[in-house]
């Protein structure tokens, strides 16, 4: 199986920052990543897809990069509603996620 | 738009079974995938498999092969999901969720959830 790991577990952002969290894969998915933002006691809801593509909704300050083992999505001018847990999910083999990283307002 | 509205929370007892439910409206479901996934807190998210609606074809996570049917029934537009002898390790709430258009790879809209508590 992949394992996909992300980092860091947590963090804490003030409004207005850009933030990047990173996810890596124990090999090479070939951009066959998604990322998903998950607010608590709600269902995950997508943001990107083939690595870098934006799905259809999501403010563009929202952007996903990378290549390979190594990816990561940058949020870009914080938001308030941005506070939630985002979750990496590869779909290069069977589909697996990462462990979350839990995003909060300083 | 594309919903899909999951039953309601379950207690079950140990070894028993449960049938979550997922109707679904908004798009042609005769020619999609749905899936069903796990997630415990932690909050760790693991996929379960996934149906095709056109011919009930499953894949699924070898991990919960033996534990997790799926099937569908067209005429609803409803996926459905039995999880069998069920021991605290399946306590979790339980999505289902619409793949990707073509070939399934991601999950682009997702039921509200299901928490399944398993206690005699």
């Known amino acids: 199986d992949i394992q996909m790991t992300q980092s860091p577990a947590s963090l804490s952002a003030s409004l207005g920052e850009t933030v990047t969290i990173e996810c890596r894969a124990s090999e090479d998915i070939y951009n066959g990543l998604a990322w998903y933002q998950q607010k608590p006691g709600k269902s995950p809801q997508l943001l990107i897809y083939?690595?870098?593509s934006l799905h259809t909704g999501v403010p563009s300050r929202f952007s996903g990069s990378g290549s390979g083992t190594q990816y990561s999505l940058k949020i870009n001018s914080l938001q308030s509603e941005d506070v939630a847990s985002y979750f990496c999910q590869q779909y290069y083999d069977y589909r697996t996620f990462g462990g979350g990283t839990k995003l909060e307002l300083k | 738009q594309v919903k899909l509205l999951q039953s309601g929370a379950e207690l079950v007892k140990p070894g028993a079974s449960v049938k979550l439910s997922c109707k679904t409206s908004?798009?042609?479901?005769?020619?999609?995938?749905m899936s069903w996934l796990k997630q415990v807190p932690g909050p760790s998210i693991e996929w379960i498999g996934w149906i095709y609606a056109g011919d009930g074809g499953t894949n699924y996570n070898q991990k919960f092969k033996g534990k997790a049917t799926l099937t569908v029934d067209k005429s609803s537009s409803t996926a459905y999901m039995d999880l069998s002898s069920l021991t605290s390790e399946d306590a979790a709430v339980y999505f289902c969720?619409?793949?990707?258009?073509?070939?399934?790879?991601?999950?682009?809209?997702w039921g509200q959830g299901v928490m399944v508590t398993v206690s005699s």
């Open positions: 083939n690595a870098n």
């Open positions: 969720a619409r793949m990707n258009g073509g070939y399934p790879y991601y999950f682009d809209y």
């Open positions: 908004g798009f042609t479901f005769s020619t999609s995938y």
